[in-house]
């Protein structure tokens, strides 16, 4: 059983930035696959960024890339999501998951089998 708590989650104006931080428990974190989604309201939830047991690996939805940056520290069980230039259409709630190997198919939330309760993010002025 894996347990995962999202915090860093807030209020910031179009054009700033968060760090979004997943801590991990009840297994090796380093064995396992990190992946961030989110959900907007009346929307399905959305495939954001995957990142390996090592790190070697990313891989980013087209929405994000070049302004979303994803890292985990095995040492600290715990994997990071640095948000810059942050849009409103980026607001929604951010749900970490962790899953076992890293699937083919990383983007759908199906590949993942552990799941946090999510932080919500807001890009407002």
């Known amino acids: 059983q894996v347990q995962l708590v999202e915090s860093g989650g807030g209020l910031v104006q179009p054009g700033g930035s968060l760090r979004l931080s997943c801590a991990a428990s009840?297994?090796?974190?380093?064995?396992?696959?990190m992946g961030w989604f989110r959900q907007a309201p009346g929307k399905e939830r959305e495939f954001v960024v995957v990142?390996?047991?090592?790190?070697?690996?990313?891989d980013y939805a087209d929405s994000v890339k070049g302004r979303f940056t994803i890292s985990r520290d095995n040492a600290k069980n715990t994997v990071y999501l640095q948000m810059n230039s942050l849009k409103p259409e980026d607001t929604a709630v951010y749900y970490c998951?962790?899953?076992?190997?890293?699937?083919?198919?990383?983007?759908?939330?199906?590949?993942?089998?552990?799941w946090g309760q999510g932080t919500q993010v807001t890009v407002s002025s």
């Open positions: 998951a962790a899953g076992t190997y890293y699937s083919g198919t990383y983007y759908s939330p199906d590949a993942y089998g552990y």
């Open positions: 990142i390996s047991r090592t790190g070697g690996r990313t």
């Open positions: 009840g297994r090796t974190f380093s064995s396992l696959t």
